[in-house]
């Protein structure tokens, strides 16, 4: 049972391009939602994360927007960096310490 | 800054032998977790612990899993007879009790478990 869905699998842009990766979920006691960049060989580490009662975060060059209605969420990476370059995944929680679910990932190439 | 720590960072054990992969979680975080990423796949949840129990675990986490925190510092992860399809990269993560930044899971660096 897949919680949530995150898609495209890989992206490729070219410096300064706007990659958007997408991903869509099915239960609605889902209350946190993070998006994790992970280099090779690293571990997960927070981007941005945000709560459904906001449609919209930005930090820095990368904004989550969140549709409640649509159950979907998504992250752009504004003018996007070769430092960019790594895998994203997005995740949902239900609980303030509990476990997160993770989607499948996207591996994001940024070109120079 | 304060970080999650995980050794050894590599383990090759030959399969039905028992590994532990140690953590050592940030110093004043009470919620622990582990988690595991086979190669080019989701993280997924194994198994999470406060108050010295098990929270939550998920149905990867059977009978051949073991979490222990046996000290003030150090919280384990013991797999006793390892399989093949146990190899995987394996991180722990922490989190504080406190409620701040969204009770934010931070991740060690991993711990990469090959069964042969």
């Known amino acids: 049972q897949q919680q949530v869905k995150q898609s495209p699998q890989s992206l490729i842009v070219q410096k300064g391009g706007i990659p958007i990766i997408n991903c869509a979920y099915e239960n609605t006691a889902f209350d946190y939602f993070p998006w994790y960049q992970q280099f090779p060989g690293k571990g997960p580490a927070l981007l941005i994360a945000?709560?459904?009662?906001?449609s919209e975060k930005k930090e820095g060059r990368f904004t989550i927007s969140f549709n409640k209605s649509a159950k979907q969420f998504s992250l752009h990476i504004m003018d996007s960096q070769p430092g960019d370059s790594a895998t994203y995944f997005c995740a949902a929680r239900t609980d303030s310490w509990g476990k997160l679910q993770f989607g499948a990932g996207t591996q994001v190439v940024v070109t120079p | 800054e304060p970080e999650v720590t995980q050794t050894p960072s590599h383990q090759v054990t030959q399969m039905g032998q028992e590994v532990i992969l140690r953590c050592v979680p940030i110093s004043n975080h009470l919620y622990f977790y582990w988690y595991r990423q086979i190669l080019g796949q989701k993280v997924e949840f194994l198994v999470s612990?406060?108050?010295?129990?098990?929270?939550?675990k998920s149905e990867i986490f059977d009978d051949q899993f073991s979490v222990e925190r046996p000290d003030g510092s150090n919280f384990t992860l013991k797999i006793r007879s390892t399989k093949l399809e146990d190899s995987a990269m394996y991180f722990c993560?922490?989190?504080?009790?406190?409620?701040?930044?969204?009770?934010?899971?931070?991740f060690g660096p991993g711990t990469r478990l090959t069964v042969l």
């Open positions: 993560a922490s989190s504080d009790q406190w409620g701040g930044n969204y009770n934010e899971q931070f």
């Open positions: 612990f406060y108050n010295n129990e098990i929270s939550e």
């Open positions: 945000i709560r459904p009662d906001v």
